[in-house]
Protein backbone atom coordinates (compact mmCIF):
# COMPACT_ATOMS: atom_id res chain seq x y z
CA UNK A 1 0.00 0.00 0.00
CA UNK A 2 1.38 4.12 -0.48
CA UNK A 3 2.59 5.34 2.35
CA UNK A 4 -0.30 8.44 1.91
CA UNK A 5 -2.63 5.21 1.83
CA UNK A 6 -1.46 4.44 4.91
CA UNK A 7 -1.63 7.36 7.42
CA UNK A 8 -5.21 7.85 5.25
CA UNK A 9 -6.41 4.32 6.53
CA UNK A 10 -4.55 4.80 9.65
CA UNK A 11 -6.95 8.85 9.99
CA UNK A 12 -9.84 6.95 9.60
CA UNK A 13 -9.14 3.71 12.11
CA UNK A 14 -8.59 6.50 15.08
CA UNK A 15 -11.58 8.90 13.80
CA UNK A 16 -13.47 5.65 14.22
CA UNK A 17 -12.26 4.34 17.51
CA UNK A 18 -13.01 8.38 18.89
CA UNK A 19 -16.62 8.14 17.80
CA UNK A 20 -16.81 4.09 19.04
CA UNK A 21 -15.76 6.09 22.64
CA UNK A 22 -17.84 9.27 22.33
CA UNK A 23 -20.98 7.39 21.52
CA UNK A 24 -20.88 5.06 24.77
CA UNK A 25 -20.06 8.54 26.61
CA UNK A 26 -23.15 10.34 25.19
CA UNK A 27 -25.54 7.32 25.09
CA UNK A 28 -25.76 7.49 21.30
CA UNK A 29 -26.72 5.35 18.28
CA UNK A 30 -25.55 5.80 14.92
CA UNK A 31 -27.99 5.02 12.14
CA UNK A 32 -26.88 5.58 8.19
CA UNK A 33 -28.44 5.32 4.78
CA UNK A 34 -27.30 3.01 2.07
CA UNK A 35 -25.74 5.87 0.25
CA UNK A 36 -23.79 7.08 2.97
CA UNK A 37 -19.59 7.04 2.15
CA UNK A 38 -18.26 3.43 3.41
CA UNK A 39 -15.95 4.45 6.22
CA UNK A 40 -19.28 6.40 7.89
CA UNK A 41 -21.67 3.18 7.20
CA UNK A 42 -18.68 0.66 9.13
CA UNK A 43 -18.99 2.95 12.10
CA UNK A 44 -22.74 2.74 12.14
CA UNK A 45 -25.00 0.96 14.66
CA UNK A 46 -27.40 0.33 11.32
CA UNK A 47 -27.68 0.80 8.07
CA UNK A 48 -30.59 0.52 6.11
CA UNK A 49 -33.13 1.84 3.71
CA UNK A 50 -35.25 4.40 4.57
CA UNK A 51 -38.31 2.59 5.04
CA UNK A 52 -36.15 0.38 7.37
CA UNK A 53 -34.69 3.52 9.30
CA UNK A 54 -38.28 4.86 9.99
CA UNK A 55 -38.73 1.16 11.37
CA UNK A 56 -35.18 1.63 13.44
CA UNK A 57 -36.04 4.89 14.45
CA UNK A 58 -38.90 4.05 16.67
CA UNK A 59 -37.58 1.70 18.61
CA UNK A 60 -34.47 3.67 19.49
CA UNK A 61 -34.12 3.82 23.08
CA UNK A 62 -30.41 5.51 23.42
CA UNK A 63 -30.80 9.41 24.30
CA UNK A 64 -29.02 10.93 21.37
CA UNK A 65 -29.82 9.55 17.56
CA UNK A 66 -27.39 10.61 15.13
CA UNK A 67 -28.43 9.97 11.69
CA UNK A 68 -25.92 9.93 9.11
CA UNK A 69 -28.12 10.55 5.51
CA UNK A 70 -29.94 13.80 4.45
CA UNK A 71 -32.24 16.01 6.87
CA UNK A 72 -35.59 14.66 5.69
CA UNK A 73 -34.01 11.17 7.38
CA UNK A 74 -33.04 12.81 10.17
CA UNK A 75 -36.70 15.02 10.82
CA UNK A 76 -38.62 11.18 10.06
CA UNK A 77 -36.73 10.29 12.93
CA UNK A 78 -37.54 12.93 15.39
CA UNK A 79 -40.64 12.78 13.81
CA UNK A 80 -41.30 9.17 15.08
CA UNK A 81 -39.89 9.41 18.15
CA UNK A 82 -39.46 13.06 19.49
CA UNK A 83 -38.10 12.18 22.90
CA UNK A 84 -34.51 12.01 21.21
CA UNK A 85 -31.96 14.22 20.24
CA UNK A 86 -31.72 13.66 16.71
CA UNK A 87 -28.19 15.16 15.43
CA UNK A 88 -27.64 15.45 11.90
CA UNK A 89 -23.72 15.61 11.61
CA UNK A 90 -24.02 18.26 7.96
CA UNK A 91 -26.93 20.80 8.51
CA UNK A 92 -26.54 21.99 5.00
CA UNK A 93 -27.36 17.47 3.20
CA UNK A 94 -30.48 18.29 1.79
CA UNK A 95 -32.61 15.88 -0.88
CA UNK A 96 -32.90 18.72 -4.11
CA UNK A 97 -36.08 16.57 -4.76
CA UNK A 98 -37.59 17.28 -1.35
CA UNK A 99 -37.21 20.78 -1.75
CA UNK A 100 -38.57 20.34 -5.08
CA UNK A 101 -42.68 20.48 -3.43
CA UNK A 102 -43.56 23.30 -1.25
CA UNK A 103 -46.07 23.67 0.81
CA UNK A 104 -48.20 26.35 -1.25
CA UNK A 105 -47.51 24.04 -4.27
CA UNK A 106 -49.02 20.86 -2.40
CA UNK A 107 -52.19 22.90 -1.30
CA UNK A 108 -52.60 24.32 -4.90
CA UNK A 109 -52.22 20.94 -6.22
CA UNK A 110 -55.06 19.34 -3.49
CA UNK A 111 -57.27 21.86 -4.51
CA UNK A 112 -57.01 21.21 -7.96
CA UNK A 113 -57.82 17.30 -7.22
CA UNK A 114 -59.96 17.63 -3.95
CA UNK A 115 -61.05 13.88 -4.33
CA UNK A 116 -57.21 12.54 -4.41
CA UNK A 117 -55.85 10.80 -1.40
CA UNK A 118 -52.50 12.27 -1.15
CA UNK A 119 -49.42 9.87 -0.98
CA UNK A 120 -46.41 11.30 -0.12
CA UNK A 121 -42.71 9.92 -0.40
CA UNK A 122 -40.75 10.42 2.59
CA UNK A 123 -37.78 12.76 0.66
CA UNK A 124 -40.40 15.32 1.45
CA UNK A 125 -40.16 18.25 4.34
CA UNK A 126 -42.34 17.51 7.36
CA UNK A 127 -44.51 19.95 6.59
CA UNK A 128 -45.48 18.01 3.17
CA UNK A 129 -45.46 14.74 5.15
CA UNK A 130 -48.11 16.73 7.79
CA UNK A 131 -50.29 17.88 4.63
CA UNK A 132 -50.60 14.41 3.47
CA UNK A 133 -52.75 11.49 4.06
CA UNK A 134 -49.85 9.00 3.91
CA UNK A 135 -46.22 8.40 3.61
CA UNK A 136 -44.20 5.75 1.21
CA UNK A 137 -40.95 4.96 0.76
CA UNK A 138 -39.57 3.13 -2.61
CA UNK A 139 -39.80 -0.25 -0.65
CA UNK A 140 -43.76 0.06 -0.05
CA UNK A 141 -45.15 2.74 -2.75
CA UNK A 142 -47.07 0.17 -4.53
CA UNK A 143 -48.87 -1.59 -1.37
CA UNK A 144 -49.39 1.94 0.27
CA UNK A 145 -51.10 3.14 -3.30
CA UNK A 146 -53.05 -0.05 -2.95
CA UNK A 147 -54.17 0.06 0.46
CA UNK A 148 -55.14 3.91 0.47
CA UNK A 149 -59.04 3.60 0.33
CA UNK A 150 -59.72 6.12 -2.92
CA UNK A 151 -59.35 5.45 -6.59
CA UNK A 152 -57.81 8.65 -7.60
CA UNK A 153 -54.18 9.04 -5.96
CA UNK A 154 -52.28 12.44 -5.88
CA UNK A 155 -48.35 11.31 -5.86
CA UNK A 156 -45.75 14.16 -4.54
CA UNK A 157 -43.21 14.77 -5.01
CA UNK A 158 -41.62 11.91 -7.21
CA UNK A 159 -42.39 11.73 -10.88
CA UNK A 160 -40.89 8.55 -11.65
CA UNK A 161 -41.33 6.64 -8.02
CA UNK A 162 -44.98 7.54 -8.99
CA UNK A 163 -44.47 6.74 -12.73
CA UNK A 164 -43.74 2.97 -11.51
CA UNK A 165 -46.65 2.77 -9.54
CA UNK A 166 -48.54 3.98 -12.07
CA UNK A 167 -47.63 1.44 -14.35
CA UNK A 168 -48.69 -1.24 -11.86
CA UNK A 169 -51.80 -0.11 -10.21
CA UNK A 170 -55.31 0.30 -11.70
CA UNK A 171 -55.71 3.63 -9.47
CA UNK A 172 -54.92 6.75 -11.07
CA UNK A 173 -52.75 8.24 -10.03
CA UNK A 174 -51.43 12.00 -10.60
CA UNK A 175 -47.92 12.76 -10.33
CA UNK A 176 -46.76 16.22 -9.16
CA UNK A 177 -43.24 16.91 -11.13
CA UNK A 178 -40.34 16.62 -8.54
CA UNK A 179 -37.27 14.20 -9.10
CA UNK A 180 -34.12 13.03 -7.66
CA UNK A 181 -31.38 14.77 -10.01
CA UNK A 182 -29.21 11.90 -9.17
CA UNK A 183 -30.87 9.09 -10.37
CA UNK A 184 -32.40 11.66 -13.17
CA UNK A 185 -28.43 11.64 -14.18
CA UNK A 186 -28.51 7.71 -15.62
CA UNK A 187 -29.73 8.08 -18.79
CA UNK A 188 -31.04 5.60 -21.22
CA UNK A 189 -27.43 5.57 -23.49
CA UNK A 190 -25.27 5.19 -20.44
CA UNK A 191 -27.28 2.00 -19.67
CA UNK A 192 -27.18 0.49 -22.75
CA UNK A 193 -23.15 1.03 -23.25
CA UNK A 194 -23.22 -0.86 -19.84
CA UNK A 195 -25.25 -3.44 -20.91
CA UNK A 196 -23.26 -3.66 -24.01
CA UNK A 197 -20.15 -3.66 -22.02
CA UNK A 198 -21.48 -6.70 -19.75
CA UNK A 199 -24.26 -8.34 -21.89
CA UNK A 200 -24.65 -11.19 -18.87
CA UNK A 201 -24.95 -8.95 -15.88
CA UNK A 202 -28.74 -8.65 -14.00
CA UNK A 203 -29.60 -5.06 -14.24
CA UNK A 204 -31.11 -3.89 -11.21
CA UNK A 205 -32.18 0.32 -10.53
CA UNK A 206 -34.24 2.03 -8.43
CA UNK A 207 -37.48 3.33 -9.13
CA UNK A 208 -36.43 6.88 -8.75
CA UNK A 209 -34.62 6.44 -12.34
CA UNK A 210 -36.80 7.70 -14.92
CA UNK A 211 -39.48 5.36 -16.66
CA UNK A 212 -37.23 4.94 -19.91
CA UNK A 213 -33.92 3.29 -17.57
CA UNK A 214 -36.82 1.31 -15.71
CA UNK A 215 -37.82 -0.24 -18.64
CA UNK A 216 -34.05 -1.10 -19.95
CA UNK A 217 -33.46 -3.15 -16.49
CA UNK A 218 -34.31 -6.53 -15.29
CA UNK A 219 -36.05 -5.08 -11.94
CA UNK A 220 -36.63 -2.09 -9.85
CA UNK A 221 -35.74 -2.10 -6.17
CA UNK A 222 -35.42 0.02 -3.22
CA UNK A 223 -31.64 0.07 -1.91
CA UNK A 224 -32.37 -2.27 0.58
CA UNK A 225 -34.26 -4.75 -1.73
CA UNK A 226 -31.61 -4.64 -3.97
CA UNK A 227 -28.90 -6.04 -1.42
CA UNK A 228 -31.39 -8.75 -0.72
CA UNK A 229 -32.32 -9.63 -4.25
CA UNK A 230 -28.59 -9.74 -4.98
CA UNK A 231 -27.36 -11.90 -2.19
CA UNK A 232 -30.37 -14.38 -3.29
CA UNK A 233 -29.90 -14.69 -6.66
CA UNK A 234 -28.07 -17.30 -8.52
CA UNK A 235 -26.43 -15.42 -10.92
CA UNK A 236 -22.54 -13.61 -10.31
CA UNK A 237 -22.76 -10.42 -12.38
CA UNK A 238 -25.46 -7.42 -11.55
CA UNK A 239 -25.15 -3.53 -12.83
CA UNK A 240 -26.69 -1.55 -10.34
CA UNK A 241 -28.24 1.86 -11.26
CA UNK A 242 -28.49 3.60 -8.29
CA UNK A 243 -25.98 5.97 -5.76
CA UNK A 244 -22.48 4.25 -5.62
CA UNK A 245 -22.72 3.77 -1.72
CA UNK A 246 -24.90 1.06 -1.97
CA UNK A 247 -21.51 -1.10 -4.05
CA UNK A 248 -19.98 -0.81 -0.49
CA UNK A 249 -22.11 -3.08 1.07
CA UNK A 250 -23.45 -5.42 -1.70
CA UNK A 251 -19.60 -6.52 -2.70
CA UNK A 252 -18.69 -6.68 1.02
CA UNK A 253 -21.81 -9.10 1.40
CA UNK A 254 -20.90 -11.01 -1.92
CA UNK A 255 -17.49 -11.56 -2.25
CA UNK A 256 -17.80 -13.88 -5.13
CA UNK A 257 -20.17 -11.91 -6.87
CA UNK A 258 -19.25 -8.67 -9.54
CA UNK A 259 -21.10 -5.66 -8.76
CA UNK A 260 -20.91 -2.74 -11.87
CA UNK A 261 -21.98 0.14 -11.09
CA UNK A 262 -24.03 1.42 -13.61
CA UNK A 263 -22.89 5.08 -14.63
CA UNK A 264 -20.05 6.92 -12.68
CA UNK A 265 -22.57 10.11 -12.31
CA UNK A 266 -24.49 8.24 -9.65
CA UNK A 267 -23.23 10.07 -6.74
CA UNK A 268 -25.40 12.19 -4.38
CA UNK A 269 -23.70 15.05 -3.52
CA UNK A 270 -25.67 15.44 -0.42
CA UNK A 271 -25.34 11.72 0.94
CA UNK A 272 -21.84 12.68 0.56
CA UNK A 273 -21.18 15.18 2.51
CA UNK A 274 -21.01 13.64 5.85
CA UNK A 275 -17.60 12.49 6.34
CA UNK A 276 -16.41 10.45 9.77
CA UNK A 277 -15.29 14.10 11.41
CA UNK A 278 -18.59 15.25 10.76
CA UNK A 279 -19.67 12.76 12.66
CA UNK A 280 -16.70 12.83 15.09
CA UNK A 281 -18.42 16.91 15.87
CA UNK A 282 -21.85 15.80 15.87
CA UNK A 283 -21.01 13.76 18.99
CA UNK A 284 -18.65 16.26 20.89
CA UNK A 285 -20.16 19.40 19.94
CA UNK A 286 -24.53 17.67 19.53
CA UNK A 287 -24.84 19.44 16.21
CA UNK A 288 -26.93 19.70 14.65
CA UNK A 289 -30.38 19.01 16.40
CA UNK A 290 -33.42 18.61 14.17
CA UNK A 291 -36.41 20.04 15.67
CA UNK A 292 -40.12 19.33 14.56
CA UNK A 293 -42.56 22.10 15.06
CA UNK A 294 -45.10 20.02 17.83
CA UNK A 295 -48.51 20.96 15.86
CA UNK A 296 -46.51 20.09 12.07
CA UNK A 297 -44.94 16.81 14.07
CA UNK A 298 -48.38 15.06 15.27
CA UNK A 299 -49.94 15.64 11.40
CA UNK A 300 -46.62 14.50 9.50
CA UNK A 301 -46.46 11.53 12.66
CA UNK A 302 -49.77 10.26 11.45
CA UNK A 303 -48.91 9.96 7.42
CA UNK A 304 -45.79 8.05 8.53
CA UNK A 305 -47.86 5.82 11.44
CA UNK A 306 -50.34 4.96 8.51
CA UNK A 307 -47.63 4.07 6.02
CA UNK A 308 -45.92 1.78 8.83
CA UNK A 309 -49.50 -0.31 9.39
CA UNK A 310 -49.22 -0.87 5.63
CA UNK A 311 -46.34 -3.12 6.01
P1 LIG B 1 -34.26 3.97 -0.39
O1 LIG B 1 -32.99 3.63 0.31
O2 LIG B 1 -35.41 3.96 0.52
O3 LIG B 1 -34.44 3.11 -1.60
O4 LIG B 1 -34.14 5.51 -0.87
C1 LIG B 1 -33.39 5.97 -1.89
C2 LIG B 1 -33.07 7.41 -1.79
O5 LIG B 1 -32.88 8.09 -2.76
C3 LIG B 1 -32.93 8.02 -0.49
O6 LIG B 1 -32.66 9.36 -0.63
FE1 LIG C 1 -32.41 13.08 -2.68
FE2 LIG C 1 -31.72 11.64 -4.81
FE3 LIG C 1 -29.86 12.28 -3.04
FE4 LIG C 1 -31.76 10.49 -2.41
S1 LIG C 1 -30.18 10.26 -3.97
S2 LIG C 1 -31.04 12.21 -1.16
S3 LIG C 1 -33.52 11.33 -3.54
S4 LIG C 1 -31.03 13.72 -4.32
Aim: charged share 25%; aromatic share 4%.
Amino acid sequence: MHEREIAYQEQIRQLQEEIAALKRERNAVILAHNYQRPEVQDVADFVGDSLELSRKATTVDTEVIVFCGVHFMAESAKILNPSRTVLLPEITAGCPMADMIELEDLREWKARYPDAAVVCYVNSSAAIKAESDICCTSANALKVVEAVDSRRILFVPDQHLGQFVAAQTQKEVILYPGHCPTHRRLQPEHLRSAKATHPDAVVVVHPECTEDVVKLADVALSTSQMLRYVRESSSNKFLIGTEHGLLHRMRLENPDKTIYSASNALVCPNMKRTHLKSVNNALRNSEYVIDVPEETRILAKRALDRMLEVI
